[in-house]
């Protein structure tokens, strides 16, 4: 049985060709619209998996071509009844009525899992003939995400505070996931553990090395600068190597801006009560006495600007991280303030969230010392006079 899929996220594709292909199914992928057409007519599958959120294509006949234009042309144009599933994040009512009533035989609302994909292929066509070929049996809950995301990593010197473990079996179960880890000329053996992680996990995990240690923002945004070349992710975040912010929390932020017309949503450390939230309690002060200084250089009410865990909308990285940052550790500071002036301070106030995360644990041997606390002070007022 052959089953054209057709999905303009690559990860998302690689995922469902694997599973399916381990079932026994014969499987062809598009990650366009026009290809996909093309393969319809060549292929003849036996059922058609489709995304609704394809990108309008420019240059070509399909300008104006979306998901539901597929289904158009193979109901109608074809007059064609091959099996047709929707598989998408698209959750509009009135879109989902809209294909059913074109001639859709089912539809998966994304994040969903292979495994109950598989079972929705199987119950419009059957499970496909072994031939003599042993398949797998085994159950696969590895969740398809609604989106893709590219989260950035830096590392300096962090090959015995890596969690390799995390890392790996968050990368292996999230598959709209793809972690991009920046080594920042760490004179460990950082990068053979970075090269290691990738070799397990090739399409989830990228590693860029750069040999010389540009500090802690450029890193970030060498590494972002990376994954907007990639139009497959919808949003675009970093995180700590040490995994301070877990990735529970992290996702929980990725769920918020998916959920609202937010541009970026930040996670905050503030100590509440049904929160794990620890910090040494000389960083504890300092960190308090920094926030105020950068509420009053902000002017907008953060309650924590230096979590180190973040996601943004695409838009926003493309624009926001094409010049090199003034400070090394401050860089999400001195982002807020590049969009307060690209925005407006209004504007700005709309499009970010903060929200609290509920576990942060400040990881033993941090590398930011008393008097590299004491440097960002100083840093601030850089901020300050290179953004006035």
Known sequence: MKILAID?????LLSVEKRLSELGYEVETANSIETGIRLFDSFKPD????????????????????????????????????????????????????????GVNDYLKKPVSLDEMAARIKRIIGAPENNGITTTTISDTRMLQKNCIGVVIPCYNEETRLSCEEFKDFAH??????LCFVNDGSTDNTMAVLQ??????????????????????????????????????DYIGFLDADLSTDFRDFNDLVITIEQSDFKIVSGSRISRMGANIT???????????????????LWMPFKDAQCG???????????????????????????????KRYFGKTEVK???????????????????????????????AQIAVHYR
Not at 197 to 221: D, F, H, T
């Open 309 to 339: 865990a973040m996601v943004m909308d695409r838009e926003v990285a493309s624009k926001m991280f094409t010049k090199e940052f003034v400070t090394n550790w401050l860089f999400d500071v001195e982002l807020f303030m590049r969009m």
């Open 173 to 178: 179960k999230n598959l709209g996931y793809h």
């Open 47 to 102: 059922l058609v998996l489709l995304d609704m959120n394809m990108p309008e294509m420019a240059g070509t006949e399909l300008v104006s071509c979306t998901g539901t234009e597929v289904v158009k042309y193979i109901r109608v144009f074809m007059k064609n009844d091959t099996p047709i599933l929707v598989m998408s994040g698209n959750t509009d009512e009135a879109l989902i009525m809209k294909n059913f009533n074109l």
């Open 279 to 297: 910090k040494e309690s000389a960083h504890k002060v300092i960190s308090m006495t920094i926030n105020l200084i950068i509420q009053t250089i």
């Open 196 to 233: 290691k992680l990738q070799k397990e996990n090739p399409s989830n995990i990228s590693v860029y090395n750069y040999k010389q240690n540009g500090g802690k923002a450029e890193a970030v945004r060498q590494g972002v600068l990376q994954l907007v070349k990639d139009k497959q992710f």
């Open 8 to 12: 303009d996220q690559k990860l998302i």
């Open 350 to 380: 709309r499009m970010i969230c903060e929200q609290p995360l509920k576990r942060w644990i400040h990881a033993d041997r941090s590398k930011l010392s008393m008097k590299d606390s004491v440097k960002i002070v100083g840093q601030l």
